[in-house]
Every structure is written in structure tokens, then in C-alpha cells.
């Protein structure tokens, strides 16, 4: 299966990708991710990348798409994958749905998590990543067994630096402005398929695999 996460950031897309990603048994792909790991690498498209990430701001399309298009060309994505942070704006989208089409196959669904404003800031403040494997917590919602240590892999626990109060505001007015308008997109085509948001990621969990019918 072929899938695509749509939702804010904060909205719990990454913890949900995981767990699709190991019921499904398949890839979680996840241009943030890929792009941090560069930053983190001092890769040459980390240090292309990393002033966009830091202010919360998009990457732009063009060193964006050939990512995802190399990604996509692996062997493991013969069974499918998650698409976790992309598309992300409509140019992005018709990419995809270009290379997907040379290579004969689609998306099957574009699933929307959906969650309000005032819960996306409120959850973005208290989030905490696994420097190591990734896996993320809330010091609120879903904290860690010992503060700041993974449960897990038993790495560092930090906050992102693009999750500080004002950055998470502006990634927000970015999602509204060039993401949202893909919902529309993927609504046209028949692919939306959306879940509330809860409070408790295994609530959403369940949410999530109700609207994907896995
Ligand atoms: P979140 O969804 O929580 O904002 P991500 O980890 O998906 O976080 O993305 C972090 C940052 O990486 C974004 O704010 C943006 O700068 C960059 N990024 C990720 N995916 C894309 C994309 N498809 N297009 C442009 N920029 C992207
Ligand atoms: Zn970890």
C-alpha cells in the first residue's frame, strides 16, 4: 500500500508512520527526517537545508523532489511505502503523481490527521526526539520511563531546535498556506481518508487504522 500522511506538524504524523510502517511492513519515508540526518552529517544538502529547518521554513521544491525520487526507486518500496512530510505543497504533489505514473503505479490513500491549532502548539512545546533512533515523546502526554534518556534505544532525549515557540508558529502559518491546499487535492481524486486527532496516540492509533482499513 501506497500512503500518503497529511496534518500539521506536531499533529503526530511520525508516530503514526512508525507504526503503519511496522504493521504494513514497509517503509517510512520521511523527508524531515532525511533532511536532519544530512544536517546532522554535514552532508552537502545539510548545509543547503539547514537555514530552512532552522526558521521553519520549506525547503524548496527542487532540492526536495529529486529526494524523494531517488528514495522512491529503492528495491524496498516495491510493497509500498509511508510518505511522511511529503508532498507539502501542490507543485510537490503533481510531482509525485508524475513519477509515480512513469512508473505505473499511484497513490492509494492520503491520509489526513487532523488536529486544531491550539492542540498542535500546546503538543509542539512538550515534544521530545530520540537523538538516536528518532522516536518521539511529550513530557506532557507520552514522557519518557527516565526524563531525557529513549525508552527504546536509551539515547539523549532533546527538544528539535525548530520546535522552540516562535518557529512552531511559523511552520504552522506555513502548513495553512502551502500545505492545506492539498487535502482539496487529494479530496478530488477520492484518496482523503481522515482521522481525529486524540489526545492519546493509541487512540489515534486505532483512529488511523479504522480510516486506512488495516
Ligand atoms: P513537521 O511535520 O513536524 O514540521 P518534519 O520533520 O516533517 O516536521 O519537517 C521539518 C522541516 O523539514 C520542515 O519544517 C521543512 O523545513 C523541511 N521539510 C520537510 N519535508 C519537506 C518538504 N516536503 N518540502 C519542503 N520542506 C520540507
Ligand atoms: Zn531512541
Same mark, same amino acid.
Not at 506538524?9 to 503526530?12: L, S
Not at 529503492?74 to 518500496?77: A, G, K, L, Y
Not at 534518556?149 to 534505544?153: L, N, T, V
Given at each position: 500500500m501506497k500512503i500518503i500522511l497529511l496534518g500539521a506538524?506536531?499533529?503526530?504524523k511520525g508516530t503514526q508512520a512508525k507504526i503503519i510502517s511496522e504493521k504494513l511492513e514497509i517503509p517510512h519515508i520521511s523527508t524531515g527526517d532525511i533532511f536532519r540526518a544530512n544536517i546532522k552529517g554535514n552532508t552537502p544538502l545539510g548545509m543547503k537545508v539547514k537555514e530552512y529547518l532552522d526558521n521553519g521554513e520549506l525547503v524548496p521544491d527542487e532540492l526536495t523532489v529529486e529526494i524523494v525520487k531517488d528514495r522512491l526507486g529503492? =528495491?524496498? !518500496?516495491a510493497k509500498g511505502y509511508i510518505l511522511d512530510g511529503?508532498?507539502?505543497t501542490i507543485p510537490q504533489a503533481e510531482y509525485l503523481d508524475k513519477v509515480l505514473s512513469e512508473m505505473n503505479t499511484s497513490i492509494d490513500l492520503a491520509l489526513l490527521i487532523d488536529v486544531k491549532d491550539e492542540d498542535i502548539i500546546t503538543r509542539m512545546s512538550g515534544r521530545r526526539v530520540c537523538t538516536n533512533c528518532g522516536a518521539t515523546y511529550n513530557i506532557v502526554f507520552n514522557p519518557t520511563k527516565v526524563e531525557g534518556?529513549? =525508552?527504546? !534505544?536509551n539515547s539523549e532525549v532533546i527538544q528539535r531546535a525548530d520546535d522552540s515557540a516562535e518557529t512552531v508558529l511559523n511552520r504552522l502559518e506555513t502548513y495553512h498556506k502551502q500545505t492545506q491546499p492539498l487535502i482539496d487535492y487529494y479530496k478530488k481524486t477520492n484518496k482523503l481518508v481522515v482521522a481525529e486527532g486524540a489526545e492519546e496516540v493509541k487512540d489515534t492509533t486505532e483512529r488511523v487504522l479504522k480510516a486506512l482499513g488495516i
Open positions: 506538524p506536531g499533529a503526530g529503492n =528495491d524496498d !518500496c511529503f508532498p507539502r534518556i529513549c =525508552d527504546s !534505544c
